[in-house]
């Protein structure tokens, strides 16, 4: 089983900065099958990013994601009040299908 | 407007059963593979089941295989998930999740709580 390990668990940043999140796999994610979900406290997740790199219907152009093999970035170059939220990454490379442990971004 | 709403949980001594349901609305519910994602109380996001578009091709995390049935009603737009010999450590908030071929989840319900307790 692949073991996702994002980092760091917290970030502390105001709105208007750069947010950097971090996903590192414990072995090659091939063909950069991996996907990023938002989850606000009592909502579902909602997918952001998927194939590493490929942004979702409606998700707006402040979300990227980058990354190849093992490592892999969220980066939400301009944070908005509504992008406070925990950010998940996932793998689909191999079964069983699995997530990281989140990184919380709150508000500084 | 895609939607997929959860019903079913509830409170469930530990050896009990449950039968989840999630009915689907706003996109075609037959052409979809569905899956069903839990979270525990405060933690991330765990896979449980997959059931292929036909029900031909379906998948178990092993924690709950022999214990957990997926199945689907695409004439009723419905996905189940029947729960036996429940355990503690299978309380959770349960999604209904549709996903791209089986890679990643694009639709997800809001969720439906199962508590196993005594």
């Known amino acids: 089983e692949i073991v996702l390990t994002q980092s760091p668990g917290t970030l502390s940043l105001s709105p208007g900065e750069r947010a950097t999140l971090s996903c590192r796999a414990s072995?090659?994610?091939?063909?950069?099958?991996l996907a990023w979900y938002q989850q606000k406290p009592g909502q579902a997740p909602r997918l952001l990013i998927y194939?590493?790199?490929s942004r979702a219907t409606g998700i707006p152009d402040r979300f990227s994601g980058s990354g190849s093999g093992t490592d892999f970035t969220l980066t939400i170059s301009r944070l908005e009040p509504e992008d406070f939220a925990v950010y998940y990454c996932?793998?689909?490379?191999?079964?069983?299908?699995?997530f990281g442990q989140g990184t919380k971004v709150e508000i500084k | 407007e895609v939607q997929l709403v959860e019903s079913g949980g509830g409170l469930v001594q530990p050896g009990g059963s449950l039968r989840l349901s999630c009915t689907a609305s706003?996109?075609?519910?037959?052409?979809?593979?569905m899956n069903w994602v839990r979270q525990a109380p405060g933690k991330g996001l765990e896979w449980v089941s997959y059931?292929?578009?036909?029900?031909?091709?379906?998948y178990y995390t092993d924690s709950v295989k022999g214990r957990f049935t997926i199945s689907r009603d695409n004439a009723k737009n419905s996905l189940f998930l029947q729960m036996n010999s429940l355990r503690a450590e299978d309380t959770a908030v349960y999604y209904c999740?549709?996903?791209?071929?089986?890679?990643?989840?694009?639709?997800w319900g809001r969720g439906t709580l199962v508590t196993v307790s005594s």
């Open positions: 999740a549709g996903v791209v071929g089986f890679r990643y989840f694009d639709r």
């Open positions: 706003g996109f075609t519910f037959s052409g979809y593979n």
């Open positions: 059931i292929s578009s036909s029900s031909s091709t379906i």
């Open positions: 072995q090659s994610v091939s063909s950069s099958y």
């Open positions: 194939d590493a790199s």
């Open positions: 996932q793998q689909y490379d191999t079964s069983p299908r699995t």
